[in-house]
């Protein structure tokens, strides 16, 4: 079995934190996006990756040789964004002789049991119910259940029930034909080549597709989504630091993740904030933040804030003698 990852994207909603950090990278709880996937799918056994890379792809690349070097890893860039289905179609040579493959997009965290999805008999779809399907592709099913099409972001959706972005194709063969033929016929949805419409050719082809219900998913194309995801995660085992050292007059209220070197001093940190390595804190309050690795944050109160890496951030300090009966405002 492979593992196809499309991580070509430009992570728009994201800006500008990804003008010079792609989204796959971005550290949630001090852990990678990409990572969260990664690791998921080596604790189902597999060892071959695809990765399709676009936008800021060398910094992915880079990143997973260093981290993953006893993987087989294969990198193919996307010059062109035409959709996913045109991602995945450009690495087919990759995975042409496989006799399953899994898609997994390198943007979203998933709870689920893929144990149950890997041993799954037939091809397989992660779903979720959500509030407004419009923004997904919607699995549309009969009352027992049983798939009657795939749609990508319906006008007018007749399911609640949207694909999360992992999926498993037993037949490769004709996966690889139905990206084809929409790409050679223009079949397109919003003016792309969507993976959803190649999975549809093949379910009127008759290809069996069942579903599997993820527990949760966290799709990090927000900064909002992104500051929630990190505070869940925060509070799960394994992930905040337990035991940080002792930092000059300073206070950490626990969860936080403190990544390695970093330089705190009167300040305070926390609840649920991720620091990167090498960050410098002085005379700050954060809260609720995610601070990438090498920024300096100093004199200032932060709360609800997603910093990049290498950022410097600096406010006004001040030192006051007042009356009384005075009114002070520092507001804009």
Known sequence: ????IPVAGTGMR????????PKPLIPVAGKSIISFI???LVELGVREFV??????????????????????????????RLGSAHAIWLARDHYADAEEVIIFFGDAIIDADLAAFKNSSTSCLGVKKVDDPRKFGVVDHDID???????????????????????????????????????EHQVKSL?????????????????????????????????DVLLETNAIFLDREGFATEDPPPFDNSIIIHPVHIGPNCDISNSIVGPYVTLGANTKLEHAI???SIIGEFARIHDIVLRNSVVGSDASIGGLRQSLNIGDNTEIDFGG
């Open 38 to 40: 990664v690791d998921q």
């Open 1 to 4: 079995m492979k593992a196809i």
């Open 145 to 183: 259940g049983s798939i009657r099409a795939l749609i990508e972001k319906p006008k007018i959706p007749k399911s609640n029930l949207a694909m999360v972005g992992c999926y498993k194709i037993c037949e490769v063969e004709q996966f690889i034909e139905a990206c084809a033929y929409n790409i």
């Open 191 to 223: 003016g792309e080549f969507h993976l959803t419409d190649a999975l549809n050719r093949m379910l009127e082809r008759g290809t069996i597709f069942s579903t599997i219900t993820v527990d949760n998913w966290f799709d990090c194309g927000r900064s």
């Open 14 to 21: 994201l800006r500008p934190l990804t003008y010079t950090q």
């Open 286 to 288: 954060v809260s609720d």
């Open 51 to 80: 990765f399709i890379i676009g936008y800021l792809g060398d910094k992915i690349r880079e990143y997973i040789e260093r981290t993953y070097p006893e993987l087989h890893t294969v990198f193919v860039s996307q010059e062109e």
